[in-house]
């Protein structure tokens, strides 16, 4: 007889900017947090709420909006950063993802371009450049300093790889991360 076995979450409530699960009440009356606990549950919060907020407008006339918390559900993601749309390195950048998008999608990656210009400006740009892929605009530069690519007021010129690999074995997981950075550099 097969045994039924439920599966398990694919990504923590953390990753995927979804809820976090409501646990029963207990028996016992929960403990008063002490300062420091109470101060990291705080951040922790305040955490789940920045990630969760990192949806960033795709395109203000559409009213879209990105769960950055799953646009790597299906497939690998390049994220691409750019200072300013419509700017000449900006535009070099963008349009070289452009040229080769195509072999990307055949990789099964989606593209992204983000900045913190208005999904205006952005829209305008894609149009004028024939950009294939969407762009995610990032105003309050969530995202962007998620990433570590927030520089003040500016954004740092920047891409970031994300592999999709799942399921994977935990004897295997490590191997399979080092691998791919080390293939990276071929």
Known sequence: MASYEPEAPRRSSRISGQGKVETPALAKKPRKPSKAGTKRAAEEASNDEK????KADEDEAKGEDIDTGSIAAEKGVVLFLVPKADTPGCTTQACGFRDIWQEFASLDYDVYGVSADSSTAQSKWQTKKQLPYPLISDPKRSLIGVLGAGDGNKTKRSHFLLDKK???KPADSPR????????LGE
Request: proline letters at 7%; glycine letters at 6%.
């Open 166 to 168: 799942m399921p994977v």
């Open 176 to 183: 399979l991360a080092l691998e791919f950075i080390k293939g």
């Open 51 to 54: 990630n969760k907020k990192a």
